[in-house]
């Protein structure tokens, strides 16, 4: 495989892990503990290395808590788009929308511009993942779209672009990418726990017990879709990686017909075929 190719390995393996990771919430309903056990397992994840990676630079604390704080906003705007809505409709949503928004971000702050086919390729993928958020129910209760659920959805996305750029800035600022992995996963549960200890006051206990083994797995999945992520962004532009990192909506949706028995259906077949062709676009094109 040469160097080219690693990028795309890196996303493709985080576009995988990052689908478990939300199955893995979704799956255990209760949202927003299951979310907590997840991070909390992301920062013990990296304790053992710790001492091995280079302390961030002195001006780059900055750069850390900007992306904590971008990354506290994505998570509660995921916690409500997941409690609110099927994993298939809000899920496609969160992450179809976000290599747009990285796009957009990345032109303005990390000063990226894709070429005319990449753009139309990344068009296109976008386009396809939005497709998965269609209902598939043929009755009019399953066809009505939760606007809640989609309003925080698109928040989601949002944040998925926030963090993109916010964080290839602050890995590319540090002496290797794994000192910010490092130190973004253990603070980074920190706002969602403390959130949990507030919501459950008295029964915090109790709803982590029901949550621990959907949290475990999703906690290690997170640890490696993100660590593979924030490798990648110092391979190849933000948005580009963002892109190919949304290739998770074809696996959220087969786990989702799976695990959680939610419609997959003929169109998402098709729409996950142009969300390959866009990719692809886009990496022949870079």
């Known amino acids: 495989m040469g160097p080219e190719f690693l990028p795309v390995a890196l996303c493709l393996m985080?576009?995988?892990?990052?689908?478990?990771?939300n199955v893995m919430v979704k799956r255990g309903g209760?949202?927003?503990t299951t979310r907590a056990v997840v991070a909390i397992v992301m920062g013990l994840s990296v304790v053992p290395l710790a001492p091995f990676v280079p302390l961030p630079p002195a001006g780059t604390w900055g750069l850390i808590f900007l992306s904590m704080g971008v990354?506290?906003?994505?998570q509660f705007c995921a916690i409500r788009a997941l409690h609110r809505g099927a994993l298939s409709l809000v899920f496609p949503v969160m992450r179809g929308l976000g290599p747009l928004a990285t796009a957009v971000l990345a032109s303005i702050w990390l000063q990226e511009d894709l070429s005319c086919l990449q753009t139309a390729g990344l068009v296109v993928a976008s386009l396809s993942i939005l497709v998965f958020a269609l209902p598939t129910s043929g009755t009019a209760d399953g066809r009505?779209?939760?606007r809640s659920a989609l309003f925080w959805?698109?928040?989601?996305a949002v944040g998925v672009g926030l963090y993109a750029v916010a964080d290839t800035r602050a890995a590319r600022a540090m002496e290797t990418p794994f000192t910010f992995i490092v130190w973004l996963f253990l603070l980074d549960w920190i706002g969602v726990t403390a959130v949990l200890l507030w919501q459950r006051k008295g029964r915090v206990i109790a709803s982590l017990k029901p949550e621990l083994r959907n949290g475990?797995?999703?906690g290690v999945a997170g640890a490696i879709s993100y660590g593979l992520a924030i490798y990648a962004y110092t391979l190849t532009d933000a948005a580009m990686v963002t892109a190919l990192r949304e290739t998770?909506?074809?696996?959220a949706a087969a786990f989702g017909a799976w695990l959680l028995k939610e419609g997959f259906g003929r169109r998402r077949i098709v729409a996950a075929s142009t969300l390959a062709a866009g990719l692809v676009l886009m990496q022949a094109a870079g």
């Open 216 to 218: 475990l797995v999703g």
């Open 30 to 32: 209760d949202v927003l």
């Open 153 to 156: 959805a698109m928040m989601t």
């Open 144 to 146: 009505r779209l939760d």
């Open 14 to 21: 985080s576009a995988l892990t990052v689908a478990i990771t």
């Open 71 to 74: 990354h506290w906003f994505y």
């Open 248 to 251: 998770s909506v074809v696996f």
